[in-house]
């Protein structure tokens, strides 16, 4: 629900100005979580570079040097999304959707150190696979709240698809 404005004197026409603060704090938050993944993840982590290098991966895995620039755009992305939904603040389903998107941030930043911290593809791919349901259940929400925040996020959701897929296959191939 969203209260109509009446006037630039109304207690949201004076409240709604853009808070950058806010939003390069969603972003930082967004790029820890990367920050976190990235600490256990091939390129920094030798074991997981070593593990990662000697499994089966099927013949359309991109190479490593694309993961890296795709996740600081989607996590840029992902921070930007959010902060055009606390942007909301009158909106009755804004905390339901920024907990969705709490929720998918904790999931994320599970994801490199079960696949890679555990070695154990199994593990990622059920973490990828909530993650992925977890996206799901967010842009839903952003949807209601704050259009624009959704389909900011459908890349999110298409890489993430991508890499369920890739974790599926790697699971097939190394038994």
Known sequence: MKIPVESSTSYRGRNSRPNWLVL????GVAFGVGAIGALVSPGVSTSATVWYAALLKP???PPNSWFGPVWTTLYGL???SAWLVWGERYHQSRDIALTAYAIQLVLNALWSPS???LKSTGTGLF???ALWLSIAWMIREFARVKPAAAWIS?????WVTFAA???FSIWRLNP
């Open 24 to 27: 390069l704090l969603l972003i």
């Open 165 to 167: 897929a890739l974790n």
């Open 154 to 158: 459908i890349p999110y959701l298409a």
């Open 59 to 61: 013949v359309w895995a």
């Open 127 to 129: 973490v990828i696979i």
């Open 78 to 80: 992902m921070g930007t």
């Open 115 to 117: 696949f890679f911290g």
